[in-house]
């Protein structure tokens, strides 16, 4: 990385452990020639410490910056999907940096509207669910066509990176990042003579408007889940999401494929 835009904000969640690290990583960043900054807005690139949860922190603290290199650094050598980098190898960043052994990579993230007033992005998932002991009904459009009436515990809307998190525990499939789209998965659909859903995740391409009707039955102040932030219980009458035309921007070394990465989480 040789151009001009060398400023970094680290972003971590503050404990006595991590604070001498810190110093470490601010002393060699400044020695390579990185500035370090106070403010993520001043910043051209945001260094995450931690997991994914604090990477997905990190990204919404900051405002899904697109213009600016998002960085997962892990406090230790176990794999996370978003962690291209550990602290203890924190100088092998540096040095891949400074010598363009790093390659950018693009995250696709979700666009969410709630009610059409309320705008949010998400970069694993969005995910609605019944707020009390009782199933819930949403009808689910996409693009305007109403496809099925859901009634069970909820739904997630995963992004390809958000596939491997909550949308693979209930047997959401894996999906390559560099395929710009979105997934429905189902949380306990109930299906009888009166109710029937797909009962199957399904994939829709970045073009597809996914739209939530809750049905106004009572039950309809469902949890809202972005990514790690719950929305809050609140009255919801409409849900209408997309893919984003923003991404998020993260650095990998060359010979660290998100493959490669799935491999090391999971297998
Ligand atoms: P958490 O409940 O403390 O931990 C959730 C776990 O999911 C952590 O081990 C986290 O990794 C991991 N994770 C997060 N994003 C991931 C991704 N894209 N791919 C693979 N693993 C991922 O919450 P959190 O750490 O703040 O993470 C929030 C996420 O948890 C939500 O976005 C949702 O996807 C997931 N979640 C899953 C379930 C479930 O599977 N039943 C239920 C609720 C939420 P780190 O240890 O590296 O942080």
């Not at 894996?174 to 189902?186: A, F, H, K, N, Y």
């Not at 994939?203 to 469902?222: A, E, M, W, Y």
């Amino acid at each position: 990385m040789t151009d001009n835009r060398r400023n970094v904000f680290f972003f971590y969640k503050k404990d006595h452990e991590l604070d001498g690290h810190i110093s470490s990583l601010e002393k060699l960043a400044t020695d390579q020639g990185f500035q370090v900054v106070k403010r993520a807005e001043d910043a051209h690139i945001i260094a995450s410490i931690g997991g994914d949860g604090t990477f997905l922190q990190a990204v919404r603290k900051t405002n899904f910056r697109d213009d600016c290199l998002y960085v997962g650094v892990s406090k230790t050598e176990n794999s996370h999907l978003y962690c291209d980098f550990s602290l203890e190898h924190f100088d092998k960043m540096i040095d891949a940096m400074n010598t363009e052994q790093i390659e950018v990579r693009k995250y696709p993230i979700i666009d969410v509207s709630v009610d059409s007033t309320n705008q949010f992005h998400c970069l694993n998932e969005l995910s609605i669910r019944s707020s009390i002991i009782k199933t819930f009904v949403i009808d689910v459009y996409i693009d305007d066509f109403h496809f099925e009436t859901f009634r069970g515990d909820g739904m997630i809307i995963s992004t390809p990176t958000g596939s491997t998190a909550y949308n693979k525990s209930v047997n959401g499939a894996v999906v390559d990042p560099m395929l710009p789209c979105m997934q429905v998965t189902e949380l306990a659909s109930l299906n009888n003579n009166s109710y029937r859903t797909l009962g199957a995740p399904f994939i829709l391409s970045s073009d597809r408007k996914l739209t939530l009707k809750v049905v106004q039955d009572g039950n309809d102040h469902p949890i809202i889940g972005l990514d790690n932030e719950a929305l809050g219980t609140k009255h919801v009458k409409q849900i209408d999401i997309g893919l984003s035309g923003k991404v998020i921007k993260t650095v990998k070394l060359k010979d660290n494929s998100y493959w490669e990465k799935v491999k090391r989480r999971f297998l």
